[in-house]
């Protein structure tokens, strides 16, 4: 029993980047834009984070710095794709080359300037990104463990997946963005701005995904520069959204199962199924690819998949 708590725990801790890279891929995806640049957002947010943590010793502007930094990536993003009217999906892996490449170099150029060869976040900055404890809620047994022993990344996680979910289901705004993705024309003939809501939506989602980058680079590392931190958690965040039907407040659900994937090969039993490593390490992009196939062959169901989605808006066309 103490096992599987373990195991459900990690899960979760494992699964908040793809939570945040999931939510932030929803918001952009709303407006019609399939954004196949969330790995390459979640990179440049994982070494912008790290490098203000490293340097400012402070875990909030590390936040903001992993925010600003993939937003204004997804603001390369949109200009090319809402104003220039560049292509969604080469526009997308472009990005992931340029972000995964800039933070690859920066990581290396710092590596070779520290003094003793390597990166390492100050000891404050690591306190502060510790598992919270709640007085008594932590105490309680086993649903303190559950639910009330986690950094502060997973519980902002959830606020931000309730937040936009909230955002695009309860409010008037968020129906206007779907009404965007949906049918951009329809949109903009009832006076709704739809390169601007575009933009903001795009922006906003990146940032999102930047956070998810920092916890790879701050937390899933230890601390510790790695190269090719994010690991190809962007690719499975894009798969993700197919899984959650498009709703922020799903991808909790999903980012914990994938999650679970992810750390399945450390607490299965080798008594009870021996395989190897490599397998485990398989197993996500597996399930990602067989979500993918299971949704294209059944696309009749996508109910929530947004009518436009990967197509330009023309206001000239309409």
Known sequence: MDLFIKFLVAAVGAGTPLLFGTVG???????????????????????????????????LLALVAAFVAAALSALIYAFLTVTLMA????????????????????????????????????????????????????????IGELLFSYTPFVYLGVAVALLMGFYLFRTKTGLNVQAIGENPAAADAAGIEVSRWKYIN??????????????????????????????????????????AAWKPQMAILGSFVFGALRILKYYMPKSIVDLPVAFYDMLPFLITALVLILSSVHASRGVNIPANLGNNYFREER
């Open 25 to 59: 891929e929803i918001i952009s995806e709303k407006v019609g834009h399939l954004n196949l640049g969330v790995e390459g957002m979640m990179s440049i947010g994982a070494c912008a984070g790290f490098m203000v943590g490293y340097f400012t010793d402070s875990f």
């Open 87 to 142: 292509n969604q999906n080469v526009t997308g892996l472009t990005l992931t080359i340029f972000g995964i490449g800039l933070s690859n170099f920066i990581g290396v150029y710092m590596l070779e300037r520290s003094p003793n060869g390597t990166l390492k976040l100050p000891e404050r900055i690591t306190a502060s990104m510790r598992s919270i404890h709640i007085p008594v809620l932590s105490d309680l047994p086993v």
């Open 202 to 243: 795009i922006v906003l989602g990146g940032g999102i995904c930047g956070i998810g980058g920092a916890y790879c680079s701050m937390i899933i590392n230890g601390g510790v520069w790695i190269s090719d931190n994010v690991g190809g958690l962007g690719w499975i965040s894009v798969a993700l959204v197919i899984f």
